[in-house]
Structure formats: structure tokens, C-alpha cells
């Protein structure tokens, strides 16, 4: 196993290097000019002149890609050109409420999703399938900032069981974990809408096999066919779906920060987008493709404890 | 017995701590405000609404506006006590207020602090405003308490520039040395509010400071915070959560949230001004009659409509209503789309024209130019537009790449600053010397240069009339609607004085704002 970690994390340095080079050009290949951003319309040319030497953009492209690339290496992401903020700082301080918000919204949905699909295969065709299929299929239709305002009018504004501004007091974790609920709340339902069909799906494909039917026939437990026969075998294609949709969850956390004014990284990547922040936009986007490489390094190593087949 | 006497003796202590002996106004006040983050807290580089309304809570000038207005016939003494000018307005002298201090331990205002702001609010290296300044020759501190400023020529307002708006802003010269590139997160004024932390992505945290030489402020605490989703942040007020929020420029909001208990919307000038630039070089708008057919094929009353009565008005010239120098007859057509069509023919464009423009996909003014859009396809005039992010507008239309250049905007309320930067030569975009003038206008050059020298208040009023009909005529821009300003707060929140306008385009607090 361990030799296997090696292998993945050695052959994810070249990704992460093109990740680089590509997130240096796509920073710089989108219009608009970050010392307009910063200086606004009434700035002289001579002022925006200035700022740019100031923030060493009037450089040879190249000579700016190799001190990029050095640095990164040497994993310094420099400051924002903005806030004059060390890269690392924010990403520090934004990091842990995404990686929090994520993890809150995967269980949501694996613990929502997997015994919902179970269930509804057991049931096939019943009222109890035909019932999960169109909850998932409702949890499937609404964008996040469409469920997010619908959970904050309930819960918030009628209800007063949550707040609408969800930044936690520093320090306090209670506090963290209140405003927590209602972002986890409406990302886990998304991703508990697609579980619950590939859970579903995947079940009656293992529930219909030759070995179920023989356990079957051996008089082995109904309990244990599902969960130890079933189940288990049935995992490999949720634990793909899940191990993708964590990518799609940290995507979409960009929209529940905003909606529900949470810090993270989704909020900082808009924003940096926003001013033109090459050098945050870079950090940031070096960041998240660091995470969906380890995600799916996760996701490999999972395959292998599920199904010992793989590791072979 | 003893237990229903312990049990009333409970009970009575009960209500005794449960019943607050008069509830405390509150002292800690939650602004909303519509940001992902805050960008600039360096005064000089402080350009957007979101940075200029807090930086007005933490600096002063020299003189300022009297809180809620902005007119420049009330401004009043701030930093400076007192002040003379000579008889040819060339050699001003300002007498520094005694006392103030600056936040922390950054010491006692002295002239040099002032000659150092005001150098580097001239500089085009640090400053965003410096172009405002280039008419200062000299700036010198004769004693601790004295600067003497020398202009090279006159300027319509000197007192203008020097308000606690813009470049304006006093700074401690200490500060900025000490933090250097980091002073816009480490900011250091003379204002009622401190600065003590910054979240990024999330707040700014300011506190009174006890050493205001206004005296301190009722508030304790301001939190200013970034919600960048309207629906969230709406909701947010709703819920109580914040005290005052940023408001959209919309009927409808300001409807809903006039509707919601215990909340007051305000209402408040400067109106920014959308003027529909038109670039007199580009084809085919270098013809004057299809330039002319724009301006009658433009109904700003349906416009007016379409934005809201209580929140826009009408364009009246070129440069905002009110602003000193602006003037109402200044040649406006009124719609007509027969006029325009016949216009359009005798330019050579019997089956109408279509132009390719660039717009801002920011919601207010993208529905605003779609208005615009409609209203001129009646007259065959079919705005291709091409729709991107806000910041890439801003580089584009600088490249000239936008023959229509929609863009709403509010200055110091003198007619030469938007005369200037948008009708002027030298404001051209491309030039070395640009700032705003999208449409390459130089028709009104000589009145512009003439009355920024006039010393005799009605010749120059006449010469910025003057060059206001000449900018109509060749149609260098057709005026749209006047947006105001528009914020809401809870009805115990009291400024401290009426707002009727803000130069920082968000409400002043000030020493006297408190909950009720």
C-alpha cells in the first residue's frame, strides 16, 4: 500500500507542474487589468504605470512565469497584489472552513444517500423507490443558491434557528458547528441525491448476481446478504461517485460561502477573480488542484480497501 | 409555608434579573456591505464605493463637508481651524486645529503630515488622484501648525480638493512609513473610528477612538461586513443581523424593504450620471446625424420608469444635476423615432445599423443598456452587445475597443472635474494624459481650459454652460438617468444629522451617530 501512495503521489508532480504553467497562462489570458482593478477609472495612465511596475507586471511574460514557477516550487505563492497578504496566510485561514464544509456536506450525503439507495433497490418499483427517485431527482434540479435562500428563509428568517450570516466567532467551536448545519445542509442534499441513485442502481446490479441468489439459497441471513454480500460489492462504484463529486462539492462551495457568507476558499478565489489578483487567483487554483489530486489519491487508495482485488 | 415563601422569594428574584433596569442602546453597530472583500484602505488609492465609504469613517481633511451634504458652500473647517487665500487665489494658507491625534501611537497632527499627504496624493506612484493635483506648485509646512500651499493657476475648487473626499485625506506620515506597501491594511487617520482588525473575505473592525478631537464617538464598535450576495444580505437585515445595509439602485427593493418594520431606506445624493458616450472618430458614429439619431431614438423618461421614481431622474446635460456649473437648457432632444429614422436615412442607413459595443454584465447596468438597447432598435439601431465581467469592461473600453461606452459615474459636484475628465482632449483614452473621455470629444476644450482660470463665479458658470451645449450639439454623449444613492438602516439607528448626501457615496458616521 504504502509503495502505491508513492507511486500516485510521484506521478502527480508532473500534474501539478502543467497545473502551474496552465493557471500562470489562464490568469493572464483573461481580460481586464488588475491596476484598473486596484486604481479605479480616474487613475492616469502614468498612475496605472506605476502600479503595474510596482507589482512587476511590466516584466517580460517569461521572466514573470520562471519566478512564478520558482517560487511555487519552493513553496512560496508570494503576496496578493491586493491586500498584500502572504498567499499561504489567506489559504491557511480560508482552508480549514472549506475542508470543514466539505467533509460536513460528504457525510450529509453519504449517510443520507447510501442507505436511501438501499433501501429504494430493496423496494424496487415500490412507493418507497418511486418515492426516493423523485426527492432525488427534486435534490438534483435546484442549484445550491437556489436551495441555500430557500433554507435560509425557513430556518433563519421564520424559524430563527440558524443565523443568515454564517462566519463562526474564532475559537468557538460550537458557534462553528451551528452555522454549519444549514451550508453542509444544502450541499449534502445535492450530493445525497447522487448517491442515492448510483447507490440504487449498483444495488440491484450486485442483488441480481449468481453469488446473492446462492447465498440465498444456503439460507444465509437476509441482513447479511444485503449489507456484507451486497453492499460491500456494490460500494466501488459510489465510492467513484463520491470520490468525483467531492471535486463537484468544493466547486459548489464557492456558492454556499457566498450565499451564506462563510469564509473559505471559494469566497477568496471570487474575490481574487474580482480584483484581478494574479497572485492570489494563481495560489488559490494551485490549491484546488492540489485537493482534487488527493482527493482521488484517497479515492484509489479507498478501492483497495474495499476490494482487495485492486490492490493486486 | 417556608417552601411557598422560598418559592415567592425565588420568583421575585427571578423577575428581578430577568427585567433589565433600562435597556443600554446599543453600542456596537453591523454594516452590510455589498463586497467580497474591501480592497484599498490607503485613502489615496481608495477608488471603489465599497473602500471610500469606510475610509470616510477613519480620515479627515483639511476641511470637509458638512456631514450629510455636499455642497461646497458649506464646507467647514475639519483639520485645519482656519484659512486665507491672496485676492488672486494663488497662495493659500491653512492654520491646523490643535490637538488631534492620530489613531494609536502614531502621535499629534503637524504640517508635516499634511505637506506629506498632500505630496503623495499628488503622486502619480502612490496616488490614484494625482491628476486632481497637478495644478500644485508648491506644498510647505512655515511652522508646526502651518502648511502654505502655491497653485501654478488657478483651480475651480482648492477647498474641493482638499475635503475629506478623495486625495483629500489626511494620513500619518509615521504610519505609512512604518508599514509602507502594508498601510492599506494598516490604516492610521485622524477619524472618529480606528481601525483594529481585517478579515479578509469576511470584515473590517473598527473601533471609537477615545482621542477624536470631535469628542468620542457614541458608537463603540463598527463592523463592516462583506456580503456579497444581495439575497443573503437582504435577508440578513431582515433577520435583524445588521443595522445598515448597501441598497440596490431598484423600485422594488426599495419597496420591499420600505415595507419591512422598523427599517428606513435612504435616499441620498450624489446621483451618478449614465451618459451614452459616443465615439465621434469610430464609424459609423463619426457621422453627426447618426450620432443625432441615437440622442432621439433615447426616451429617459421610460428609462426613469424602468429604474424607479424615488431612486432615479432624468439626465439634464452631460454632467450631474446640481454639481456647480451644471445647467438645464443645454439643447437635450426629446424621443422621436421618425426624427431619428429620417436622420439615419440621410446618413446613408435607409435599413438601419448595427453596432458592436462591449458591456458590463454588472445586473444594474446591464439592465439599463438592454433598456437602451429596445429603445433605440425602434429606431433601427441594433446594438450588438457583447457582454463581460466588470473588470475586463474597464480594460477594454480603455483600449477604445467600445464604439457606445455606457458609464454612470459621480465627481467632486464642480462642472469642470466631469467636464474635464470626460470631454476633454486630453482625457481621451490612449493618451498619456487619459482619464474617462470615451467619446474622443475636444469640441468644448476652450471653454473647459478658460473657465478652470476664470475668477468671476458667473463667467465661469457661463463658460461651462456654454461648453455643455457645445458637447449636445456634436452629441459626444447622450445623457440617460441620474442614479442616487441607496442604503437602509434600522429606525433606532440615528446619524447624528440628515443625510442628503455623501460624497463618500455611503452614509458618514461621525462622532454624534448612535442607536436611539
Known sequence: MIGFIIRRLLASIPTLLAVLTLVFLLVRVVPGDPAIAILGDRATPETLAALRAELGLDRWIGAQYFEFLGHALRGDLGTSMVTHRAVWTEIAEALPHTIVLTLAAMAIGCLIGIPAGVWAALHRNGPIDVLTRLLSLLGLSFPVFVSGIFLLIVFALQLHLFPVIGNPRPGDWIDGLHKLVLPALTLGIVMAAYVVRVTRSSMLQVLGEDYIRTARAKGVPRRSIIWRHGLSNALIPVVTVVGLYVGILIGNSVLTEIVFNRPGLGKVIVSALTQRDYTMLQGMMVIYCFLIVVVNLITDISYGLIDPRVKQ | ?516
Open chain 2, 1 to 516: 409555608m417556608t417552601l411557598r415563601i422560598t418559592l415567592s422569594t425565588a420568583l421575585a428574584a427571578a423577575t428581578l434579573i430577568a427585567t433589565p433596569a433600562a435597556a443600554a442602546p446599543k453600542t456596537d453597530l453591523r454594516v452590510g456591505m455589498a463586497a467580497q472583500d474591501v480592497g484599498q484602505l490607503d485613502p489615496h488609492r481608495a477608488v471603489s464605493t465599497i473602500d471610500r465609504t469606510v475610509v470616510a469613517w477613519i480620515y479627515n481633511g483639511l476641511v470637509r463637508f458638512k456631514p450629510g451634504t455636499m455642497d461646497p458652500a458649506q464646507i467647514e473647517p475639519d483639520l485645519a481651524e482656519k484659512w486665507e487665500s491672496s485676492p488672486d487665489k494663488l497662495d493659500w494658507t491653512f492654520h491646523l486645529r490643535k490637538g488631534v491625534k492620530f489613531h494609536g501611537d502614531f502621535g499629534e497632527l503637524t504640517a508635516d503630515d499634511v505637506v506629506f499627504s498632500l505630496k503623495r496624493a499628488s503622486d502619480a506612484k502612490t496616488s490614484a488622484f494625482s491628476a486632481d493635483f497637478a495644478a500644485f506648485k508648491t506644498i510647505e509646512a512655515t511652522d508646526p501648525a502651518t502648511v502654505h500651499i502655491v497653485l501654478a493657476r488657478q483651480v475651480p475648487s482648492l477647498l474641493g480638493l482638499l475635503t475629506n473626499y478623495s486625495g483629500g485625506y489626511i494620513v500619518s506620515r509615521k504610519a505609512v512609513e512604518k508599514h509602507g506597501a502594508d498601510f492599506t491594511r494598516n490604516p492610521v487617520g485622524t477619524g472618529p473610528f480606528a481601525f483594529v482588525s481585517d478579515t479578509p473575505n469576511q470584515s473590517l473592525e473598527l473601533a471609537a477612538f477615545g482621542g477624536y478631537f470631535r469628542g468620542k464617538p457614541k458608537l463603540e464598535h463598527v463592523s463592516y461586513r462583506y456580503i456579497p450576495s444581495d439575497s443573503s444580505r437582504d435577508l440578513a437585515f431582515q433577520n435583524g443581523e445588521i443595522d445598515l445595509v448597501y441598497g440596490k439602485q431598484d423600485q422594488a427593493w426599495i419597496n420591499r424593504i420600505r415595507a419591512l418594520p422598523n427599517s428606513v431606506v435612504d435616499v441620498f445624493e450624489p446621483g451618478e450620471l449614465a451618459n451614452l458616450n459616443l465615439n465621434i472618430m469610430a464609424k459609423p458614429l463619426d457621422d453627426l446625424r447618426v450620432r443625432q439619431a441615437i440622442a432621439y431614438a433615447v426616451n429617459r423618461p421610460e428609462l426613469v420608469k424602468w429604474q424607479g421614481a424615488d431612486t432615479a431622474r432624468p439626465g439634464q446635460s452631460v454632467i450631474p444635476a446640481g454639481y456647480l456649473g451644471s445647467v438645464k437648457d443645454v439643447g437635450l432632444v426629446n424621443t422621436d423615432i421618425a426624427k431619428a429614422k429620417a436622420l439615419l436615412k440621410e446618413a446613408g442607413y435607409p435599413d438601419g445599423v448595427t453596432i458592436k459595443i462591449i458591456h458590463t454584465q454588472l445586473p444594474q447596468m446591464l439592465g439599463s443598456m438592454q433598456v437602451v438597447q429596445a429603445q433605440l432598435r425602434k429606431a433601427g439601431i441594433n446594438l450588438d452587445i457583447q457582454v463581460v465581467d466588470h473588470a475586463t469592461f474597464h480594460q477594454q473600453i480603455r483600449k477604445d475597443l467600445s464604439p457606445i461606452v455606457y458609464y454612470a459615474a459621480a465627481r467632486f459636484p464642480v462642472a469642470d472635474i466631469y467636464l474635464t475628465q470626460f470631454f476633454h482632449s486630453a482625457s481621451i483614452v490612449g493618451k498619456p494624459t487619459a482619464v474617462t473621455n470615451f467619446s474622443h470629444c475636444d469640441v468644448a476644450d476652450k471653454e473647459i481650459d478658460a473657465a478652470k482660470t476664470e475668477t468671476d463665479i458667473e463667467k465661469q458658470v457661463s463658460l461651462w454652460a456654454d461648453a455643455q451645449k457645445k458637447i449636445v450639439a456634436a452629441v459626444c454623449a447622450v445623457p440617460l438617468a441620474e442614479a442616487l444613492q441607496i442604503w437602509a438602516h434600522r429606525t433606532d439607528l440615528d446619524y447624528g444629522y440628515e443625510l442628503k448626501a455623501s460624497l463618500s457615496l455611503g452614509p458618514l458616521l461621525t462622532e454624534a451617530t448612535q442607536f436611539k
